[in-house]
């Protein structure tokens, strides 16, 4: 049979557009010998063994484009989608994409759609009686697979299932050291794990009485407090006159941990101060300790006001993290506004160059560090507060990496140095903010040189141009602006000073939540393997239930004892124990989806042997877990006295 060539009359009906090459080819003058020779040569097939795919052909000469237009695009189906069996007859197999449509069939009044895709433009119509079309199929896409091509739509399967580790976080993962004893694609990092487990344990950890024994058993309504320092016996001379004391302490209500900051021997002069303490308590920033709540107490035997932060354990101060014990130790502070603060003697330019070339901090560090104090500072100028605390003992490291800055002890000096005789007591708030840029201006300087002397008076030129020798002139300018207090400074001031280094920390910060998303994945998977152990736990070698004995070895709870030893009792040849964490796994994850894969069961004498798939194994499992949580779920019967 020779139906080449084969050309259909074709009439424009729906304006398909003249200028398109589909247009070109349907233009063709009508062949009467021809439809003749396809009507006699179709007739003649015989399609008795497919008479349930009968193929419609057209009454007219018109060649109209399928509503329906198969391409590469809706063959781009999810693996996992199942797909719903036609209502109609499905056409031959040899059908042709573009094959024609009934002219009963297609409704004049409908206007024609075109897309292109591939370099091919296609042509459809919208389904009778929607005024609206959103893919090829007028089926509202569920999602889109291709850019810019049709919709597919796709169905979610009944089962989770882990699909690994992205690569977009593999790569910045690297490679394994050991790639067959790597585990890092199923469960969490062991850094991650360590420094979480460290966390727990310092968040859990509770005092030894005898080592403190002046500590109370209660403070107003926290108790079981821990100190987080050693408990200093004078007055530092960064503090404002009072001696201090930190620890740890639950909350009897909720159980949760804080940090308690107790001030000692300070009576409240007035209550006028709470004012700023309501203030604080609503700031809330990640790069600031919460402040929680104000109270004053007895219990330690003396008048103390404690002020209540979050506590984030396992964290550092920038004092002890980038500066050396022995300037810890001198008892001098260079951020200290208090003019009566004792002052060393002088040290020369040599030691500033020892400190400064031993360990240099990276510039991308230092910028880290300023995005986020900045980041800070903007929040509580801007709600007409002032840090008043930007010193490298209150900058706590945080974070699962330790890149994470936090000011701690702030709204400590508001009420402190409160001051009952003035009328406004925000009048000294612009001081204050203008005394912040100040210092962390000294704070920059200082970690660019490693030393505390660095921001001493005397010290401030030959600070700088060490500065300027190892860092960016960026650097160097930012550090002169804050520093120079002849004018008025504003955060706002800093942001074109650091520039598009905002990216650079964005893109740090984006890309270490993909890594804790990826962690966050594994353990999930893990978890819900875990539950599915959890059952089966409860199920296996139960002593009794409602008064059976015999209730876990019978029925489905003796398939489930079998599969039990078959998941993890299997050996060797030579009778060593067979452990295969992939087994169990695969094993597992079969059962959660409850497949029709059949395995076989043996028991432990041999005289027993059952073949029964993971859907039977899955139903036995949910049955006998709803038996269990009914029993359990029975109100107790009330036992009568004797």
Known sequence: MDLDPVYLPYAQVNGVPQESKLATYMKRPPDSTMAQ????NVSSMSLEPLLSMKKVLASSSEFVPRNSVTTFANRLVDTNTVSPQPNTPSPTLGQSILSPTPHSLVDKNLPTYQENFGGTTYF???????????????????????????????????YTLHPGTPPHVRHKMGAPPNPTVDNSSFYMSENIRAEI???NALTLVSANPELFPELPLEVDNYHDLVPLEQIPTGIKPNMIGYLTSTYKATNIKSGSRYCLRRVHNFRLPSSK???FVDMWKKLAHSNIVQ?????????????????VYDYHPNSETLLSKHFSQSEQMNNYDGFSSNPLAPRPYSHSKNTLLRQQHSSLLSESTIWSYIIQLTGALRVIHSSGLACRCLDPSKVLLTGLSRSRLRLSGVCVSDVLTFDTSQSNPHSMIAAYQQDDLT????LILAMTCRSLMAVQRENLQTSIELMSRS??????????????????????DLMPMIGARYYTQLDAVQLHGDSLENELAKEMENGRLFRLLVKLGTINERPELNLDPTWSETGDRYMLKLFRDYLLHQV???GRPWLDMSHIVHCLNKLDAGTQEKICLMSRDEQSVLVVSYAELKQCLDQSFLELSSAAALTPKSTLPL
Do not use: W
């Open 37 to 40: 020779s396809l009507s006699k």
């Open 572 to 574: 060797q040849e030579d």
């Open 273 to 275: 101060c709470l004012v």
């Open 291 to 307: 402040l929680r709540e104000v109270f004053t107490t007895k219990a330690f035997g003396d008048h103390s006001i404690v002020f």
């Open 471 to 492: 860092y960016s002139m960026d650097l160097r300018n930012l550090v002169l602006y804050l520093l120079t207090v002849h004018q008025k400074r504003t955060v706002v």
């Open 439 to 442: 210092a962390l201006g000294k």
């Open 124 to 158: 459809y119509q919208a389904p009778s009686g929607s005024g609206d079309v959103s893919g090829p199929s007028g089926a509202a896409p569920t999602e889109d697979l291709t850019a810019g091509g049709p919709s597919v739509q796709s169905s979610s399967p009944g």
């Open 197 to 199: 487990q460290h966390k």
